[in-house]
């Protein structure tokens, strides 16, 4: 049979069924879905290092014999460390170390080809030695090797399962013989000639086997014009989805709200309990100018823990309100819808608003009386959980929405609470609040259909948190530190990394909880406070809180967000080293809320990671949300950032939003006018049909193709 792009890749020699469904599961059927699997790194094969030139700290890529190879027991750890030595062409001898190495054992042959690649280090035991740490290992096949595997640069793929590199590339070579001058560009002419990148077929022979002249510090840097151009072409068709999604919402129509009047000017006075700062001024103006046209607001707005995002909700609700309309929140949350709750009814009630609470943990009848306010219109202000995305939910007239915690959500439930008012013929206008604060090139992709308002500056008053990195034996100390803050009227949080909330994570957690109770604060009253609480109980955990008649809060993660008790002022996070930096920041914003000094106070155990100690210093030096977000996307890099769900979501196989910045920038920029160009609407819809099914289904682009 001929083979061509199309052609199933088990078709290949050396892939078989096995592997086949191997690639499957990420996705790989084909010859062409191979060719976008992209190499990580490339390993310079012509010019091999020479093992007598080795120098400590350096890495280096050499080809050599298998000497000796030997598994040893590792008294730390159950995997055992393998040793091997190898000698090069030149008789040069190098040792090797792999921890974790067990699996070799038996696998190398005396005199087997090998290709190293790996970092050189001085061995601790004997500082006359070099040895090759952990270094990545290819095995060369016997007499003369492949053309795949030396005398070029070759690419090295992340293994799939156990379709190792070697393999991959053998197959992608395969599949790289078979691009001919057909294979159709996904981007339009114009737009590449313009932008001098090669073409779709020059690009993927190149990013797969690169020229030999090719600079390999370029290509290990994804800074090739053919790997640019791919970079490129992954963000100008994410923002090409999200450009499109932008446009197609503007011709919906929304209700203009009326709010240069008197009446509203009044309305707006009457809630405010205190002197809004600059920003929410500013920030309110914003949201303003949106919600008197006639076009649906998307606007997301960033403000630190404790920035003073409600109000400025809060008041967005009362213009849709006094304009005839409903206003829904949406928290993430039954805790803290429950709060919101609470606390809309005491700002609203001076204007005698009728605010209304939707959660799934109302009994049966409550739930109805409410759903039926909310469907006639006398419920003004409905805040809920994603229960309010629900279908028995309907609104009379839903004008206005806001979104806490956004990056909880994912964009599909926002346009699903956008399109509840839809058989009205109008859309809601739409604010995204969030408190994770996300450098600008981020935002860009994540919320790129959105506008964006910050607010970056603290309401007056508050008193700075002091945090401090301490180790488990010093518990003692911290428990008596909590006693005299209570002892001062105050209250604490303890935090517990429950995280999953899995039945053995919170075992632990309520053991401790007892033990503490019993042994540690016996004269004290304590709270119990988890994710696995019937929403009741979570309630009646937190009105006790509230009201101080507990005076510790033992809590799992479901504190990170919105609580609001100003009379806690300390925070003791336990095994603080097994949470993120994002999620460090938004558990301790729930202390320093009053006028009181507060302490947050980082357990750790005595050895850690550097990741782990850099974290939590980074706790310690500052309180500043952005720069904890830099932080945290130079340890974890951007798919982390976003937790597994994000990054999984944005797709991207070889961009990367915080290396490649100005590509991104360059992308939108393209994607965008190409959107508003009526006359390259057919190039348009060619593209559509190249956009990956997940950002296809993200952006229902169903209606606009
Ligand atoms: P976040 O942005 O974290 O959601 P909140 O809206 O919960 O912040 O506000 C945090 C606290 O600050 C609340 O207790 C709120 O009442 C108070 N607050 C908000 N704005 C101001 C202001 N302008 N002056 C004084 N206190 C304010
Ligand atoms: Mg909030």
């Not at 992209?38 to 000497?67: C, K, W």
């Not at 740490?133 to 992340?158: A, F, K």
């Not at 190149?206 to 790997?227: D, G, I, K, W």
């Not at 729930?590 to 210093?617: D, Q, Y």
Request: glycine letters at 8%.
């Amino acid at each position: 049979m001929t083979l061509n792009l199309s052609t199933e890749v088990r078709m290949i020699k050396g892939v078989g069924p096995q592997r086949a469904e191997l690639l499957a599961k990420r996705g790989i059927y084909t010859f062409e879905d191979l060719l976008r699997y992209l190499p990580f790194r490339y390993e310079d094969r012509i010019h091999f290092s020479n093992i007598r030139d080795i120098q400590p700290n350096g890495t280096y890529t050499v080809r050599a014999r298998v000497m000796s190879g030997q598994a040893i027991p590792n008294k730390f750890s159950h995997n055992a460390i393998y040793h091997l030595l190898v000698q090069d062409a030149a008789g040069g001898l190098l040792p090797c170390k792999f921890f974790h190495g067990g699996y070799l054992e038996g696998r190398l042959k005396s005199g087997q080809q090998l290709v190293l690649h790996g970092k050189v280090e001085i061995d601790k035991m004997r500082p006359a030695r070099l040895e090759m740490i952990n270094p990545q290992l290819e095995m060369l096949g016997d007499g003369e090797p492949d053309s795949t595997e030396v005398g070029r640069i070759v690419p090295i793929y992340e293994a799939i399962g156990t379709f190792g590199s070697r393999a991959i590339r053998r197959a992608m070579y395969a599949a790289v013989q078979l691009i001919d001058a057909t294979i159709e560009d996904v981007l339009p002419e114009s737009l590449r000639a313009r932008l001098g990148y090669p073409s779709r077929r020059e690009t993927l022979i190149h990013v797969h086997f690169p020229e030999q002249q090719e600079s390999l510090e370029a290509l290990n840097t994804f800074r090739t014009p053919s790997q640019q151009r791919l970079i490129f072409e992954e963000f100008f068709l994410y923002q090409l989805s999200l450009a499109l999604d932008r446009k197609a919402t503007r011709k919906e129509n929304a209700i203009p709200f009326r709010i240069r009047e008197e009446k509203i000017r009044e309305a707006l006075k009457r809630i405010l309990p205190f002197k809004p700062t600059a920003a929410q001024k500013r920030v309110l103006a914003e949201i303003a100018a949106d919600l008197e046209k006639p076009a649906p607001m998307n606007r997301l707005l960033q403000g630190d823990v404790g920035s003073g995002k409600t109000i400025v909700a809060l008041e967005a609700a009362v213009i849709a309100i006094e304009n005839g309309c409903q206003a829904a929140l949406m928290a993430p949350t039954e805790i803290l819808a429950v709060q919101h709750y609470l606390s809309a009814r005491r700002t609203l009630a001076p204007g005698g608003y009728q605010v209304e609470l939707l959660i799934s943990g109302l009994k049966h009848a409550e739930k109805t009386a409410a759903l039926e306010r909310i469907r006639r219109g006398e419920a003004q202000l409905v805040i809920g959980t994603h229960a309010l995305i629900e279908d028995q939910v309907q609104f009379a007239e839903l004008g206005f929405v806001a979104i806490d915690e956004q990056h909880r959500f994912g964009v599909l439930q926002r346009k699903r609470l956008m399109d509840k008012a839809a058989s009205h013929g109008h859309v809601p206008h739409v604010l995204v609040l969030t408190a994770t604060p996300i450098p600008r090139t981020l935002s860009l992709t994540l919320y790129g259909d959105l506008d964006v308002s910050v607010l970056d500056e603290l309401p007056p008053g508050r008193t700075p948190i002091q945090t401090r990195l301490t180790s488990e034996p010093h518990l003692p100390g911290v428990w008596e530190f909590l006693r005299k803050e209570v002892a001062a009227g105050h209250q604490a949080y303890i935090v517990y990394p429950v995280i999953e909330e899995s039945k053995l994570e919170l075992k632990a957690a309520m053991e401790e909880y007892k033990r503490l109770s019993r042994e540690v604060f016996p004269k004290l009253k304590l709270g119990l406070l988890h994710g696995r609480l019937s929403s009741e109980e979570k309630d009646g955990v937190m009105e006790s809180f509230r009201k101080n008649e507990t005076q510790i809060l033992v809590a799992t993660t479901v504190i990170e967000v919105g609580v609001d008790v100003p009379n806690a002022t300390a925070m003791v996070i336990e095994h603080a080293e097994r949470f993120g930096l994002a999620q460090l920041h938004q558990l301790r914003g729930r202390i320093g809320r009053g006028a009181a000094k507060s302490h947050c106070i980082l357990v750790g155990p005595a050895r850690m990671t550097e990741e782990a100690r850099a974290r939590l210093e980074t706790m310690v030096r500052t309180a500043n949300g952005f720069e904890i977000a830099e932080t945290d996307l130079l340890l974890r890099g951007p798919g982390e950032f976003f937790g597994t769900r994000q990054s999984g979501d944005l797709g991207f196989h070889i961009a990367n939003p915080l290396r490649d910045k100005d590509l991104l920038e360059l992308a939108r920029r393209e994607a965008f006018a190409l959107a508003e160009d009526a006359q390259q609407s057919s190039a348009l819809q060619r593209l559509l049909r190249q956009l990956p099914p997940e950002w296809q289904r993200r952006y229902h682009l169903a209606r606009i193709g």
